[in-house]
Structure formats: C-alpha cells, structure tokens
C-alpha cells in the first residue's frame, strides 16, 4: 500500500493530501487531549476539513490513529540481520510521544473494521520485517518474537514500562530468542 492510499480505496493526489493532513493533526491533536479527547470531529477541524469529509476517510479515532501507526511503520526503513534492532526500531517509532503510543496502542486493538484491516497490514509488515531481519523464515522464532513485541507493547500501554523501555527489554528478548545477528558473507 502507498501513501496515496488508505484502507478503503486508493487516493486521488488531493484526497491524499486531506488524508495526510487529517493524519497530521490526529497527531497534534492526541498531543494535546490524549486518547479520551480526541475525536475525528475536533482533527477534521484542525485539518481545516468538513467533519463529513473525515468520515468518508476514517470511520472513527482509532481508525485515524491506527492509520498514523502503519503511516510510519510503512516508511521506517528494512533492517537486515538483526531482528532485535528491528523490534526496537518499530517499538520506537512512536516511543518519543507517549501519548501517541499509549493511544495508537489503545487503538490499534479496536475492532472496527477499517481497524482490524490495518492491524492486518501492520502485522504482516511486521512479520515480513523480521523475516528480512532474521534471515530466514523460522516459525518458532517469528512466533516468540512477534508475541514478545505484542506484549511489550501491552506492557508499556498499561504503564508498566516506557515505550522506550519496552524497546530495550524487547531487544534484550529478540536477541535471546534469535541468536547472534548474522554476519555478511565472506566474499
């Protein structure tokens, strides 16, 4: 998927750019109210869009947050043979904002279903990352990996742990779990 799409139908350039610039303010606007008072009413007005327009994009908050995560997910560069660099990278994407993890987490366990399509997509993603990551396709290892980063991500959303805590601990684990990352081939 481009960033001229969105979980519904692909995107003209303008609808493109409404839906970038509802994304941006979602950001803003959870900065300000949190979780509990973001609406898509209160970011289509930041947007400077008709609160019907946000609707025909997003169908709720957690859809709009859940876009803002696979947004960058999506343009966070692959890592190659170190699957514990990659959980961590992904774990810190949001990690400097904590009111956008807690809420992108919040939202990203929805089960709307624009929501459950992007979770879908996210974790595919992710999968597909630690593949690339590891080097190889072992289902015992991806397994334990991916349920690592889910429940770190649980554990920070709950306040257990930072987001930027949570990506150190689920280093520490992906190395465990993985091994060594791989060295290039000789040549």
């Given amino acids: ?6 979980t519904r139908r692909r995107l003209s350039d303008r609808q493109a750019d409404t839906v970038r ?6 950001v803003t606007e959870v900065r300000e109210t949190g979780y509990d008072g973001l609406t898509v009413r209160n970011v289509a007005r930041r947007a400077g869009v ?3 327009t946000a609707y ?3 169908t709720s908050k957690n859809h ?14 692959q890592t190659e043979g170190d699957a514990a ?13 904590p009111e956008l993890a807690a809420a992108c987490t ?3 366990l929805a089960s709307d279903p624009d929501v459950r399509e992007l979770r879908l997509r996210i974790g595919l993603d992710i999968h597909q990352r630690l593949v690339q990551a590891l080097g190889r396709e072992d ?3 991806l397994d334990a990996l991916e349920m690592a980063y889910s429940g770190a991500l649980l554990q920070a959303g709950m306040g257990y742990m930072t987001y930027a805590e949570a990506a150190d601990r689920l280093a520490e684990v992906a190395r465990l779990v993985s091994g060594p990352p791989l060295s290039p081939p000789e040549t």
């Fill in 85 to 97: 660099q990659a959980l961590r990278e992904i774990v810190l994407l949001i990690a400097s904002e």
């Fill in 21 to 26: 610039r509802l994304t941006d303010a979602t």
């Fill in 56 to 58: 025909t994009y997003f």
């Fill in 1 to 6: 998927m481009s960033v001229h799409e969105s």
């Fill in 50 to 52: 008709a609160a019907a």
């Fill in 64 to 77: 709009l947050l859940t876009e803002v995560f696979w947004r960058r997910l999506e343009a966070l560069p």
């Fill in 106 to 108: 919040t939202a990203v």
């Fill in 139 to 141: 289902k015992l290892v």
